[in-house]
């Protein structure tokens, strides 16, 4: 069979599993009462989502392993599609106690950060020794032949990028659509990389995530039936870095993650700017996006706005990823 058809098939596959599997998880969740808890500090508006079923996340991941395995038989074979999947896995799992505590206990809080943040160094510390016995000790600058060893401080880099693009991705997870968009448009040029560098396995798992995606944002449109929660979120912003990582492409991040590093960086630049000044704020409220909300734009406009640019800078991060 044509490897076009193929890759069409498993994303075909990957939206019916979960666009059906959604359809029937609604219903019980409702009755579990798998619900969101709003944090007491969030913009007002926010307070209307408050019982809305969450989780969602568990479908994407699901779906995207079906259909993944189905089209990709022999993926056990490569050590860089066991590191991708075992870091999905992983930082799915991680996802899943935080938005249990939340359930079980009724709140916003969920798992300590530091706690989650000690189980996702342990996961990149896993992925540096799968990988580092394979060659994976350098990184790749794009549109030059500059190589950059890094030895065993390889780790290091692999927990800022890891940790780094999954908490980015979480944080950008709170207007709906937002975080869902985005990382379908931030995925194209990894898809296209794959594609030509030969790399069937990641492009299938590319495909099939996308697929997922493109069937959850049905539910997770302005107004959202279903959030996607942390095992989401946490889930397909590792896997995201794990893919660019195993492409020798992790640099593109930055490019085609455009606004999920905004989004980080808004987090951060209003936590140090607050302690250095004592109480004043550089956003109305962070992330980013909620400052715009505080500024009494519509979400629907904020999140797509922000596909927009996230939008320009994939296909920025496309044609440079098609030149490397």
Not at 91 to 118: E, Q, Y
Not at 132 to 144: A, C, D, E, V
Not at 239 to 250: P, Q, V
């Amino acid at each position: 069979m044509n490897d076009f058809i193929k890759l069409v098939l498993c994303f075909i596959l990957s939206f019916l599993l979960c666009l059906v599997s959604t359809k029937f998880y609604l219903n019980w969740s409702r009755k579990k009462m798998i619900r969101q808890y709003v944090r007491k500090d969030i913009v007002s508006t926010h307070f209307i989502k408050e019982g809305t079923p969450t989780m969602g996340g568990c479908l994407i991941v699901l779906a995207t392993l079906i259909s993944f395995i189905i089209f990709s038989k022999k993926f056990y074979l490569d050590n860089k599609v066991l590191a991708i999947i075992f870091i999905f896995l992983f930082f799915a799992s991680i996802g899943f106690l935080d938005d249990l505590f939340k359930i079980v206990f009724h709140n916003s809080n969920g798992l300590k950060a530091t706690f989650r943040l000690i189980l996702e160094t342990i996961a990149c510390i896993v992925v540096f020794y799968l990988l580092y016995k394979f060659g994976f000790s350098n990184i790749h600058l794009p549109l030059t032949k500059i190589i950059i060893p890094l030895g065993t401080f390889l780790v290091v880099y692999y927990i800022i990028v890891l940790v780094g693009s999954a908490n980015a991705v979480n944080f950008s997870d709170g207007l709906d659509g937002l975080a869902t968009g985005l990382m379908i448009i931030a995925l194209v040029p990894f898809l296209f990389i794959a594609i030509i560098k030969k790399e069937a396995s990641i492009a299938y798992f590319i495909i099939a995530l996308m697929g997922s995606l493109f069937a959850f944002l049905k539910y997770n449109l302005p107004p959202a039936k279903l959030f996607m929660g942390d095992v989401g979120s946490l889930a397909i912003g590792a896997s995201y870095a794990m893919i660019a990582i195993s492409l020798n492409s992790e640099l593109l991040i930055l490019i085609s993650g455009f606004i999920f590093i905004i989004e980080i960086l808004s987090v951060i630049l209003q936590v140090i700017y607050f302690k250095l000044t004592h109480g004043k704020r550089l956003f109305l409220m962070a992330p980013i996006h909620h400052h715009y909300e505080k500024k009494n734009i519509p979400e629907w406009k904020v999140v797509m706005s922000f596909w927009m640019v996230g939008l320009i800078f994939s296909i920025i991060a496309t044609m440079i990823g098609v030149m490397l």
